[in-house]
């Protein structure tokens, strides 16, 4: 509404949709103030946004606390991995701004689902800074893996994502993943945990990155290449 309406002219192009812009209009007399707070992400309905807003927006101090909290959990994250070099442009960006996307994504991945690959890459990334993270996200993987060693797509899909499409090098990203996180943590326990099979059954994790070795080395084209 008012005079910040429309003026965000997105093309008609593939990612036209995925633009928005936050704006509040306010009149202030001489030497008055407003503080002005908004929350963005996703909501499955119009009930679970009402039940955000009443959460966080139920006193004056409860988001600006929640700000600060997240922020001092990213800090502490971060820290971990530290560099120090004559381009201080490079120091900010590896000590900050790389952490924090690495720890992002590797909570979020994707929007609409969880890429089985997209957990791979981004859990070598985290292990690191957040092998807590990194663990969860690989133990949350493996249950999408064939008996075969072929593995999923995608899981926790939207209608139309593709959860099951054949990708050939999903397989390839599950041994450096858990050598990323074991190099990390020292914490071999992980491949004696039990996790299911997606086709049914369980076994260990150590038998599901066999399957996908496997499943690599039987899957090679005609020139012996995976």
Same mark, same amino acid.
């Not at 036209?16 to 306010?26: D, F, P």
């Given at each position: 509404?008012?005079?910040?309406?429309?003026?965000?002219?997105?093309?008609?192009?593939?990612?036209? !949709?995925?633009?928005?812009?936050?704006?509040?209009?306010?009149?202030?007399?001489?030497?008055?103030?407003?503080?002005?707070?908004?929350?963005?992400?996703?909501?499955?309905?119009? !009930?679970?946004?009402?039940?955000?807003?009443?959460?966080?927006?139920?006193?004056? $101090?409860?988001?600006?606390?929640?700000?600060?909290?997240?922020?001092?959990?990213?800090?502490?994250? *971060?820290?971990?991995?530290?560099?120090? *070099?004559?381009?201080?442009?490079?120091?900010?960006?590896?000590?900050?701004?790389?952490?924090?996307?690495?720890?992002? *994504?590797?909570?979020? *991945?994707?929007?609409?689902?969880?890429?089985?690959?997209?957990?791979?890459? $981004?859990?070598?990334?985290?292990?690191?800074?957040?092998?807590?993270?990194?663990?969860?996200?690989?133990?949350?993987?493996?249950?999408?893996?064939?008996?075969?060693?072929?593995?999923?797509?995608?899981?926790?899909?939207?209608?139309?994502?593709?959860?099951?499409?054949?990708?050939?090098?999903?397989?390839?990203?599950?041994?450096?993943?858990?050598?990323?996180?074991?190099?990390?943590?020292?914490?071999?326990?992980?491949?004696?945990?039990?996790?299911?099979?997606? $086709?049914? !059954?369980?076994?260990?994790?150590?038998?599901?990155?066999?399957?996908?070795?496997?499943?690599?080395?039987? $899957?090679?084209?005609?020139?012996?290449?995976?």
């Amino acid at each position: 509404t008012g005079k910040l309406a429309n003026l965000l002219n997105c093309s008609a192009g593939h990612h036209a !949709g995925k633009l928005a812009a936050l704006a509040s209009e306010h009149e202030l007399s001489p030497g008055a103030s407003v503080s002005v707070q908004m929350i963005l992400g996703v909501a499955a309905d119009a !009930g679970e946004v009402r039940q955000i807003r009443s959460r966080w927006f139920s006193g004056p $101090d409860r988001l600006r606390r929640a700000v600060a909290d997240r922020q001092e959990h990213y800090r502490q994250l *971060t820290d971990r991995v530290q560099v120090k *070099t004559p381009d201080g442009e490079l120091d900010r960006l590896v000590n900050h701004w790389l952490g924090y996307n690495l720890c992002f *994504t590797a909570l979020w *991945t994707r929007l609409y689902s969880r890429g089985f690959r997209d957990c791979m890459q $981004d859990t070598q990334g985290v292990a690191a800074l957040d092998a807590k993270q990194a663990r969860a996200n690989l133990l949350e993987a493996m249950p999408h893996v064939y008996k075969s060693g072929r593995c999923r797509r995608a899981w926790a899909a939207g209608k139309g994502a593709l959860s099951d499409q054949y990708y050939a090098d999903q397989p390839v990203w599950v041994a450096p993943a858990f050598k990323s996180y074991l190099a990390e943590t020292g914490d071999k326990a992980i491949l004696d945990e039990v996790c299911p099979w997606f $086709d049914g !059954g369980e076994a260990t994790v150590w038998e599901h990155l066999v399957a996908c070795q496997r499943h690599l080395h039987e $899957d090679r084209g005609a020139h012996g290449l995976c």
